[in-house]
């Protein structure tokens, strides 16, 4: 008797589709993973759709427009198991930007008709809206973390995925700190691992694309900034990027937000 596969399913909301491309992208890992599971709607990689519901759901992207609000309870409702992945999905991305300023302002300056575009205030992450069974962070997302979560989900597991800071991925491969070594502004220890330290192994600071770690001293590490001649705008600027929303840095970059 043959065993019927999992089925998965990958959505789209706000985003630019980097996500998806690290699915697309796995190579030596994608054909036996699809060896275990059926890909059952994944428009990015083929129009063909079987209709849910769904063991899985992969959901990149964020909330920005009332249909979007509406659809991802749909796509709820159609999964067993939903885990969100990238910046976008799990913080509200950077086009969370537009929860510090007014959006209504926006729509003035860049549309013609602005009464022709629907959209929300804010930028918000999918658990926001409905409940989530696990949070893949990154933008875009590590390829190795995301066949660990998928490879969890067949396994009937929670995922494999540490919650510690960059600053513990530089001294697994030997990468001198940058900010000791040169002075250089870095966010590797409020941020949470999953890119390899990249950034700093190439002499630069961290740039927070994996969001907030679990446990930041972030009070520390501003005050850190500014002896290093940050000024308040940039200290704001570099908590406000692809996870700006997330709770942890909004409330840092507010804290140091000038006061009118």
Not at 30 to 42: M, Q, R, S, V
Not at 238 to 245: I, M, P, V
């Amino acid at each position: 008797m043959t065993s019927v596969k999992p089925t998965l399913a990958v959505w789209k909301f706000a985003s630019c589709d980097g996500c998806q491309l690290t699915v697309l992208n796995l190579e030596d890992d994608l054909l036996p993973l699809a060896g275990e599971i059926d890909i059952a709607h994944f428009l990015e990689a083929t129009r063909a759709t079987v209709s849910g519901p769904y063991d899985l759901s992969l959901v990149e992207g964020s909330i920005t427009t009332p249909h979007d609000a509406e659809r991802i309870r749909e796509v709820r409702a159609a999964s067993r198991t939903l885990i969100t992945i990238g910046a976008c999905a799990t913080s509200g991305g950077i086009q969370a930007l537009r929860n510090f300023a007014n959006v209504e302002e926006f729509l003035q300056i860049v549309y013609a008709r602005p009464e022709y575009i629907s959209t929300l205030a804010n930028s918000t992450a999918i658990a926001e809206h409905v409940p989530v069974d696990f949070e893949l962070r990154g933008c875009p997302i590590d390829k190795g973390q995301l066949v660990e979560v998928v490879t969890a989900f067949l396994a009937h597991r929670r995922p494999n995925i540490r919650n510690h800071s960059v600053c513990v991925e530089c001294k697994k491969r030997g990468t001198v700190c940058v900010t000791v070594a040169h002075g250089t502004p870095c966010l590797g220890p409020v941020t949470q691992a999953g890119c390899g330290a990249l950034c700093p192994s190439y002499a630069r600071g961290c740039y927070g694309c994996f969001g907030p770690a679990e446990t930041v001293n972030s009070p520390s590490l501003t005050s850190r900034f500014k002896e290093l001649g940050v000024s308040e705008a940039d200290l704001v600027r570099s908590f406000r990027t692809f996870n700006a929303n997330a709770p942890a840095f909004r409330e840092i970059s507010e804290a140091h937000e000038p006061r009118t």
